[in-house]
C-alpha cells in the first residue's frame, strides 16, 4: 500500500481528499490510500514521517508552506525562488520539496494565452512560444493583484516566462503599486492575474478595486479562485471583451503535478 495525505491546520475543507479519493476510485488505483494530518505545530512534522513507513508524498497547506522546507533534505528549482512548498516526494527517507501551484498556473496561464489568440498563427497551442515573444517586443506587463503565497507562485511563473510585471496591494509598502493608483494605468497591463481571496464563495458579491471601465477586448483576466466558477472579476471584465479564466484547471494541473511527482 502507498499512502499519501496532506498537513494543514485546519483541514476541514480539503480539495486534494476529495480529488485523490476519487481519483483512486475512477483510475481503479487500489493500493493507494490518501489521509489528512493536521498538525497545528510544524514540530510534529517528523513524526508523521517516522509513524508513516508507507508514506510516498505530501501535500503542504496553510499555515506550513514555508516552515516545513526547514526539514527537507532536497528543494526543486523554483521553490528556491518561491520559498514556499506545497509537495513533498519521500524517497528512501529522503524529502524533496516542490511547488506545484508553479506547474499549475504556468501551464493553465501558457493554454490561456494561446487560446485567446484566434488568428492564423496562434491557431494551435504550440504556438504558446509565439505569443510570448509577441508579448515580449510590445513589453506588455502583467498586474499581480495580492501579495500572499499564491502571488509567489505566480510571480517566479512570469519571471521564467520574462513577463514583466507590478504587483498591487492593499498596503502601500508590500506591492509596487496600490489599488487607487490604479486609476488610467490598465492600459498598460493587458494580463491581469488576481491572486487574492477576494470573490471567493461565500462572498461572490466583491470583486478586486479595479477601474474596470478601463478593461477592453485586449485584456486577458486570470483569477486563481475557482468557486465560483465565474467570479464577479471576470463577469466585469467580460463585460469589456476581456478574455477570461479561472483557477480551477490550475487546481487540477497542480493536483496531477503532485501525482506526477510522486510516481516519476
Ligand atoms: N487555482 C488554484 O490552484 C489556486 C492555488 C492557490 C491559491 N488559489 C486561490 O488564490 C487565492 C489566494 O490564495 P493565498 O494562499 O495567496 O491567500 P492569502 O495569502 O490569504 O491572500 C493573498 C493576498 O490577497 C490579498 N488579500 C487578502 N484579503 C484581501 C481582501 N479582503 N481585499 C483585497 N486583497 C486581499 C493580500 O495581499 P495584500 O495584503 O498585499 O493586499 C493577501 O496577501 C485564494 O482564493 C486561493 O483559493 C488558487
Known amino acids: 500500500m502507498s499512502l499519501y495525505g496532506l498537513i ?3 483541514l476541514t475543507h480539503s480539495f ?3 480529488y485523490f479519493t476519487g481519483k483512486f476510485e475512477k483510475e481503479r488505483i487500489d493500493h493507494a490510500k490518501y489521509e489528512l494530518f493536521e498538525i497545528k505545530d510544524i514540530q510534529d ?16 497547506t496553510i499555515p ?3 516552515a516545513v522546507m526547514q526539514f527537507l533534505d532536497e528543494l526543486d528549482e523554483p521553490v528556491k525562488k518561491i520559498k514556499a512548498v506545497n509537495v513533498i516526494k519521500v524517497m528512501n527517507g529522503k524529502l524533496k520539496g516542490y511547488n506545484s501551484d508553479y506547474h499549475g498556473f504556468k501551464t493553465s496561464l501558457e493554454k490561456f494565452l494561446a487560446d485567446g489568440k484566434t488568428s492564423e498563427v496562434y491557431k494551435h497551442a504550440d504556438e504558446t ?18 501579495t500572499g503565497g499564491a502571488a509567489k507562485a505566480v510571480k517566479a511563473v512570469l519571471e521564467d516566462l520574462k513577463i514583466n510585471y507590478k504587483t498591487v496591494s492593499r498596503n502601500k509598502n508590500q506591492g509596487d503599486l496600490t489599488y487607487d493608483e490604479l486609476k488610467g494605468q490598465l492600459k498598460n497591463f493587458p494580463l491581469i492575474i488576481n491572486t487574492s481571496p477576494v470573490g471567493m464563495y461565500p462572498k461572490t458579491d466583491a470583486c478586486p478595486d479595479l477601474p474596470y471601465e478601463e478593461i477592453t477586448n485586449s ?6 479562485v475557482y468557486n465560483p466558477e465565474e467570479t464577479l472579476f471576470m463577469k466585469k471584465g467580460e463585460e469589456k471583451g476581456a478574455r477570461t479564466k479561472n483557477g480551477l484547471e490550475m487546481l487540477h494541473l497542480q493536483a496531477e503535478k503532485a501525482w506526477a511527482i510522486w510516481n516519476a
Open 16 to 18: 486534494s481528499k476529495k
Open 129 to 146: 512560444r509565439k505569443v510570448f515573444e509577441t508579448l515580449r517586443v510590445f513589453e506588455i506587463s502583467a498586474l499581480v493583484l495580492g
Open 45 to 60: 512534522f517528523p513524526s508523521i514521517i517516522k509513524n508513516n513507513p508507507a508514506l510516498k508524498g505530501l501535500n503542504v
Open 8 to 10: 494543514g491546520y485546519p
Open 64 to 66: 506550513h508552506k514555508e
Open 219 to 224: 485584456h486577458y483576466l486570470f483569477d486563481l
